[in-house]
């Protein structure tokens, strides 16, 4: 939504009618029809699918401005991954003819939905060589930079607090190590007093120290 003009903004939104969840209700599953596009205005959403033993796979943490099922303006398909609310979720929900008609009359939109595109691509790719360059520290490093720079609130003394409504397991799927690693790696890092980790809740202490951890690829 940032990508947008404001006039856009509001043309996009008009289209939709808006919609909550709460914690743990699942917003779209995989396999179903993509039938609609999801703007979130509130909340935080995991993006994720089941493998084939049944694993979870978890892609990616979406939060207020993002949108997904975006596949549902260019082309009839089937979601390709499930998303489930982490907090109270408030969204506007689109369908897919009004998404069509939307993107058919806004060039400047377009524009930034391939941007959109284009930078989960490269995102992904970018993950997949950090699972195989990067150890399980420097990975969880990254998903952890992550969230703070894209959810965290800056307190009076430096610190970032930052929300974590999701387990370790959850942390461990999105970071690409098991779950004995990544609590090793959020061990280390509360030895070294970068992070201080709490119920639902993370305060960055250092976000230039937890920076120097990141995976490097």
């Known amino acids: ?19 909550e969840w709460a914690r743990g209700d699942t917003l779209v599953r995989s396999g179903e029809p993509a039938d609609s596009g999801i703007i979130l205005l509130s909340g935080l959403v995991k993006i994720h699918r089941s493998a084939v033993l049944g694993e979870e796979l978890v892609f990616a943490i979406a939060g207020a401005g993002d949108l997904f099922g975006e ?24 369908p897919a003819r009004g998404l069509r008609s939307y993107f058919s009359k806004h060039p400047g939109a377009v524009m930034a939905l391939l941007d959109l595109t284009l930078t ?19 990975r969880v490093a990254s998903r952890l930079v992550e969230l703070a720079e894209r959810f965290g609130e800056p307190l009076d003394d ?9 387990n370790q397991d959850e942390l461990a799927s999105w ?43």
């Open 1 to 19: 939504m940032d990508s947008l003009s404001g006039s856009d903004r509001e043309a996009l939104l008009v289209r939709g009618h808006s919609r």
């Open 71 to 94: 596949i549902s303006a260019i082309r009839d398909a089937a979601r390709s991954a499930s998303a489930t609310a982490l907090t109270a979720v408030e969204a506007a929900v689109l």
């Open 120 to 138: 989960r691509l490269y995102t992904a790719d970018l993950q997949r060589l950090e699972f195989v360059a990067a150890d399980s520290l420097g």
């Open 158 to 166: 430096g610190a970032i607090e930052v929300p974590l409504p999701f």
């Open 175 to 217: 970071s690409g190590a098991s779950r004995e690693s990544t609590a090793r790696a959020l061990r280390s890092l509360r030895e070294l007093k970068v992070i201080r980790t709490q119920r639902l809740r993370m305060t960055v202490l250092d976000l230039d120290r937890l920076r120097e951890h990141v995976a490097r690829v």
